[in-house]
């Protein structure tokens, strides 16, 4: 019989990062510490997870390179650990550029009844006062706190949800936003504080989901498109014809796209491809009009209404 335990699973990014030079915290390679030299650089972190903690390397990444079949390893890594009993909860150290892609397709596939909390850093492992360390302890301090559960993402002593989170900031270190849902709550001396209760998942679906994550030999091909001032439709045409399987298109206001891309988009639906449309707008959430030609998915953004779609056509 073993003991409890926490698992931390290492993909990369800038909280792994090694600085060329100096104190500069852009002059650096995300993606250079293993996770053990990681967690062995936070001091008090095994006294913060009051049991053992594991350490993981599931990839070691820049997450702008985040690719679809680290997804499926890491997924496949955390159904793996959710359902052991010994461990009390799964932290994820990520890059932040695409951390709110993988915390939405893992809220998807998982059935977490327990935490799986993704965190990341501004600032690389080598500078003088890196943010990785105080994140990674407030990520062992939601998983330590009774009751918690599902994904969530910990960054600068804030929680926030999987499907509001937004990086906002290319600099500072709070850079993330849950937009007008506001955080999850907020991590203060070692304790949570929570505004509203953990994420729900739902389970059945999780579990449809990350059977079809499993069994898939080739991801459908989902590419995103921007209506803009002067856009045309020549871009859906070309992926049309490259043999694209869905299409997300990020939408001006409330879902409103340039009459040349619509007509094209319209076309491309006409001919079997899945059209989703999604806001570009940062905050609040697209109002579905009666008689849209295009389906909307409202609340997401069009990173995540891409990782829906793309869930959605994996047979
Ligand atoms: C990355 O996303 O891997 C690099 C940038 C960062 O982590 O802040």
């Given at each position: 019989?073993g003991?409890?335990?926490?698992?931390v699973?290492g993909?990369?990014?800038?909280?792994?990062?090694?600085?060329?030079?100096g104190?500069?915290?852009l002059?650096?390679?995300?993606?250079?510490w293993g996770?053990?030299?990681?967690?062995?650089?936070?001091?008090?972190l095994?006294?913060?997870?009051?049991?053992?903690?594991?350490a993981?390397?599931?990839?070691?990444?820049d997450?702008?390179?985040?690719?679809?079949?680290?997804?499926?390893?890491?997924?496949l890594?955390?159904?793996?650990?959710l359902?052991?009993p010994?461990v009390?909860?799964?932290?994820i150290t990520?890059?932040?550029d695409t951390?709110?892609?993988?915390a939405?397709?893992?809220?998807?596939?998982?059935?977490a009844?327990?935490p799986?909390?993704l965190?990341?850093a501004?600032?690389?492992?080598?500078?003088?006062?890196?943010?990785?360390p105080?994140?990674?302890?407030?990520?062992?301090v939601?998983v330590?706190?009774?009751?918690?559960q599902?994904?969530?993402?910990?960054?600068?002593?804030?929680?926030?949800e999987a499907?509001?989170?937004r990086?906002?900031?290319?600099?500072r270190?709070?850079?993330?936003s849950?937009?007008?849902?506001?955080?999850?709550g907020w991590?203060?001396?070692?304790?949570?504080?929570?505004?509203?209760?953990?994420?729900l998942t739902?389970a059945?679906?999780a579990?449809?989901?990350?059977e079809k994550?499993m069994?898939?030999?080739?991801w459908?091909r989902?590419?995103?498109?921007?209506s803009?001032?002067?856009a045309s439709?020549?871009?859906?045409?070309?992926?049309?014809?490259?043999?694209v399987?869905g299409?997300v298109?990020?939408a001006?206001?409330?879902?409103?796209?340039?009459?040349?891309?619509?007509?094209?988009l319209?076309?491309?639906?006409?001919a079997?491809?899945r059209?989703?449309?999604?806001t570009?707008?940062s905050e609040?959430?697209m109002?579905?009009?009666?008689?849209?030609a295009?389906?909307a998915?409202?609340g997401l953004s069009?990173v995540?209404?891409?990782?829906?779609?793309l869930l959605?056509?994996?047979?």
């Amino acid at each position: 019989m073993g003991s409890e335990k926490i698992v931390v699973l290492g993909t990369g990014g800038t909280i792994a990062g090694v600085a060329q030079a100096g104190a500069s915290s852009l002059d650096y390679r995300a993606a250079q510490w293993g996770i053990t030299q990681l967690l062995a650089a936070v001091p008090g972190l095994r006294e913060a997870a009051g049991c053992a903690l594991e350490a993981q390397q599931i990839a070691q990444l820049d997450s702008k390179d985040m690719d679809l079949d680290t997804w499926r390893r890491l997924a496949l890594r955390c159904t793996e650990l959710l359902a052991d009993p010994l461990v009390r909860g799964v932290v994820i150290t990520h890059g932040t550029d695409t951390l709110e892609e993988t915390a939405w397709f893992l809220h998807q596939v998982l059935a977490a009844h327990k935490p799986v909390v993704l965190t990341c850093a501004m600032r690389p492992a080598t500078a003088p006062f890196p943010d990785g360390p105080q994140n990674l302890l407030d990520a062992v301090v939601v998983v330590r706190t009774p009751g918690a559960q599902g994904v969530v993402v910990v960054a600068a002593g804030v929680i926030h949800e999987a499907q509001w989170v937004r990086k906002v900031h290319p600099y500072r270190l709070d850079a993330f936003s849950s937009g007008d849902a506001g955080p999850l709550g907020w991590i203060e001396e070692g304790a949570v504080r929570l505004m509203r209760n953990w994420p729900l998942t739902q389970a059945h679906q999780a579990q449809a989901a990350i059977e079809k994550v499993m069994r898939c030999s080739t991801w459908p091909r989902v590419e995103l498109v921007f209506s803009h001032a002067g856009a045309s439709g020549a871009i859906v045409e070309a992926l049309v014809q490259g043999g694209v399987q869905g299409l997300v298109v990020a939408a001006t206001g409330n879902g409103t796209v340039h009459a040349a891309l619509e007509a094209a988009l319209l076309r491309a639906q006409a001919a079997g491809v899945r059209v989703l449309r999604a806001t570009r707008c940062s905050e609040g959430q697209m109002l579905p009009r009666p008689g849209d030609a295009l389906p909307a998915a409202p609340g997401l953004s069009p990173v995540k209404a891409r990782i829906t779609l793309l869930l959605d056509l994996l047979q």
